[in-house]
């Protein structure tokens, strides 16, 4: 089964970026669709972006349009997700994940996979 590992997470200030890595390994995923879903103190995960493994079909939650791009390398089996103009609402453990087959995009359970996660905090 392919295992997912986040990395890229860290310390910023209010409008600063960051930039997360999700590195697959372990099993056949070219045909994966990715997400990215994130957890704040307090809250429930909720959905964050997704991208087609294999496609170029992209969605994103209200809350982070315009400000993050969910992106992915095949060749480097590697998902991104690049977040810019960071806000201090947006600190969170983000989680990577992947889904082999169809389904509501923006729900958790629909995901087959998950990354063990990394911290973002954005200090204001």
């Known amino acids: 089964q392919v295992q997912l590992v986040e990395s890229g997470g860290g310390l910023v200030q209010a409008g600063g970026s960051l930039r997360l890595s999700c590195a697959a390994s372990g099993g056949t995923f070219s045909t994966y669709a990715m997400g990215w879903f994130r957890q704040a103190p307090g809250k429930e995960r909720e959905f964050v972006a997704h991208?087609?493994?294999?496609?170029?079909?992209?969605y994103y939650a209200d809350s982070v349009k315009g400000r993050f791009t969910i992106s992915r390398d095949n060749a480097k089996n590697t998902g991104y997700l690049q977040m810019n103009n960071l806000k201090p609402e947006d600190t969170a453990v983000y989680y990577c994940t992947v889904k082999k087959y169809s389904g509501t995009y923006y729900r958790s359970e629909t995901y087959d996979v998950w990354g063990q996660g990394t911290q973002v905090t954005v200090s204001s």
């Open positions: 991208i087609s493994w294999s496609g170029t079909s992209t």
